[in-house]
C-alpha cells in the first residue's frame, strides 16, 4: 500500500540523497550533494518557493516529487511545475509515480488559481515521457532555453 504526505523537515536528507541519485540517473550529472540539501531545505522551509510529496511503502519513503510555482500573465493563473522526481528503484513498477502524480493533480485542482501542471524531462528519457504521456500530459512546442547566472557571478 502507498500511502502519500506532504514532505516533513525530517524528509531533508531522503529528498536531497533521492535528487542526486535522479540527476545522475537521469542526465548523468553529479550535484553537489550540501548544495543540493540547502535548496531542499529552504524550500521546505519556505512554501511561497514550492512544496515537496513522498510517497510511503512499507513505512519507508519510496519516492518524492517537488512542486514550485510560476506566475501566468497571459491566463492569469498559476502553472505548478513538477520537478524533483525519483522513485527508489527498489520500489517502481508499484504505482509510487503514479500516485504522487494524481495527489499533485488532486491538489491543484482544489486549489482555484492553478491552471495547470508542467514539467521537463530530459529529452532522451523516453521512459519517463511514455508515463507523462500516460497520465494525460502532453507534449508542447515550447523548448527550454537558460543561462546559468551562478557561473557567470564573480566572487
Not at 524528509?11 to 550535484?31: G, R, S, Y
Not at 550540501?34 to 531542499?40: A, F, K, M, N, P
Request: proline share 3%; charged share 25%.
Amino acid at each position: 500500500m502507498i500511502s502519500l504526505r506532504k514532505a516533513l523537515q525530517e524528509d531533508v536528507p531522503i529528498i536531497a540523497q533521492f535528487n542526486v541519485a535522479m540527476a545522475l540517473e537521469t542526465e548523468d550529472k553529479t550535484l553537489d550533494p550540501e548544495v543540493l540539501r540547502s535548496g531542499v531545505r529552504r524550500m521546505q522551509a519556505d512554501a511561497s518557493l514550492g512544496f515537496y510529496l513522498v510517497a510511503l511503502r512499507n513505512n519507508e519513503v519510496a519516492g518524492c516529487l517537488g512542486v514550485t510555482f510560476e506566475w501566468s500573465d497571459w491566463r492569469d493563473g498559476l502553472f505548478w511545475w513538477i520537478q524533483s522526481v525519483f522513485v527508489d528503484p527498489s520500489h517502481r513498477g508499484c504505482g509510487v509515480f503514479t500516485a504522487l502524480y494524481r495527489d499533485t493533480e488532486r491538489l491543484a485542482i482544489a486549489t482555484p488559481e492553478v491552471i495547470g501542471l508542467r514539467l521537463y524531462a530530459d529529452q532522451d528519457n523516453d521512459r519517463a515521457i511514455r508515463t507523462y504521456h500516460r497520465l494525460g500530459m502532453r507534449t508542447t512546442e515550447y523548448r527550454l532555453l537558460e543561462v546559468d547566472l551562478r557561473r557567470n557571478k564573480i566572487g
